[in-house]
């Protein structure tokens, strides 16, 4: 008998890979395009239909369309602070206890604002949202791979300053193709040489290849990385390294990356003890929160209670959260098996 909807939402759960601007409830949506200047449809259907990635998408790039309707509002330190804050409401509602948020710095610069101030501006909406609604969160700062390797490498910069709080990790994002992670070698090595954790985005509409190389290149975490489905002769590797894939089924299904859900490796993986864990990607653009995901994977495995708990346990390992934050959770995600 699967878990009631009830029982998934009470779980204590973390969230892994979660998109700041794919993220930001309708009510928040309105309010900052009122501050932007910006209209928006009167009915809530009208709106929804423009934040909401196509069930049916037809590639990763057509369900990235909403991103480009929301980033105007991104534009100020006030909008960037209540995004993040309207992150960790809704995460509350998931029961959520430590979440990781992460954007592109370099995208919310179209007023003028300095990368620093743009970290800054969504750190204190995560640290204002810590206190009210008590859910731990840190940023993780995205390069865009579009851009060049040394725009990306003023994003490293940033994590040198020593000014910045609640920043956790680097991850590359964007659209994805095959080999791109040699393309941004010096920028990796710029990343491990000062020991920034690193999760990359690879294997979510690329080939297999793209997740070792990432792997190679020093990132403990995968975002997505649904295609080492094909190389089970590389899972040995995962499971030795304990490399963890923060999977999201809505988005990977809406992306194509599967083709349907009968070939979503997401249980297979799980038995074959690869560490596997339950993420949103973008909650407004994808229409769900992690409750729905875990009622998905509830429906679609029936996973026991105990199965939940030790994806939360990988989540809770994988995380790039302080030794403080660690210290407060442990007790809520590490299984006594004794």
């Known amino acids: 008998m699967n878990l009631s909807h009830t029982e998934l939402n009470q779980l204590p759960k973390i969230e892994l890979h979660c998109h700041l601007d794919g993220s930001i409830s309708m009510g928040t949506i309105r309010v900052l395009a009122e501050k932007a200047g910006i209209s928006l449809p009167d009915s809530d259907a009208a709106l929804r239909e423009k934040i909401t990635a ?69 750190t204190k909406g995560l640290a204002d949202g810590e206190r009210e609604f008590d859910v731990k969160a840190n940023a993780l700062l995205c390069g865009m791979r579009h851009e060049s390797a040394a725009s990306v490498m003023q994003v490293i910069d940033l994590f040198l300053t020593g000014e910045l709080t609640h920043v956790a990790g680097f991850d590359l994002a964007g659209g994805e193709s095959d080999g791109f992670v040699g393309e941004f070698t010096s920028v990796l090595e710029k990343v491990t040489a000062h020991d920034i954790p690193l999760t990359l985005h690879a294997g979510e509409c690329g080939c297999a290849q793209n997740v070792m190389d990432a792997i190679k290149q020093g990132a403990t975490r995968i975002g997505h990385g649904v295609a080492i489905k094909d190389m089970p002769e590389k899972w040995a590797e995962l499971i030795d390294k304990k490399i963890t894939l923060e999977m999201a089924p809505t988005s990977n299904i809406q992306t194509k990356a599967v083709d349907k859900i009968e070939n979503y490796p997401f249980k297979t993986l799980l038995d074959a003890g690869v560490r596997v864990t339950i993420n949103t990607d973008n909650r407004t653009v994808s229409g769900t929160t992690l409750t729905d995901e875990y009622i998905k994977i509830s429906e679609w495995y029936a996973l026991k209670e105990s199965e939940f708990r030790q994806i939360a346990q990988y989540a809770y390992e994988a995380s790039f959260m302080t030794p403080q934050q660690r210290a407060a959770l442990k007790d809520e995600f590490v299984i006594d098996n004794k």
């Open 54 to 122: 196509p069930e049916n998408a037809e590639s990763l790039l057509d369900y990235l369309a909403p991103f480009d309707f929301v980033l105007p509002m991104l534009q100020t330190k006030e909008a960037l602070s209540l995004a993040a804050y309207d992150v960790l409401k809704q995460a509350k509602q998931d029961n959520i206890r430590y979440i990781e948020v992460r954007f592109a710095p370099t995208l919310h610069t179209e007023k003028d604002l300095t990368l620093l101030e743009v970290v800054q501006a969504v």
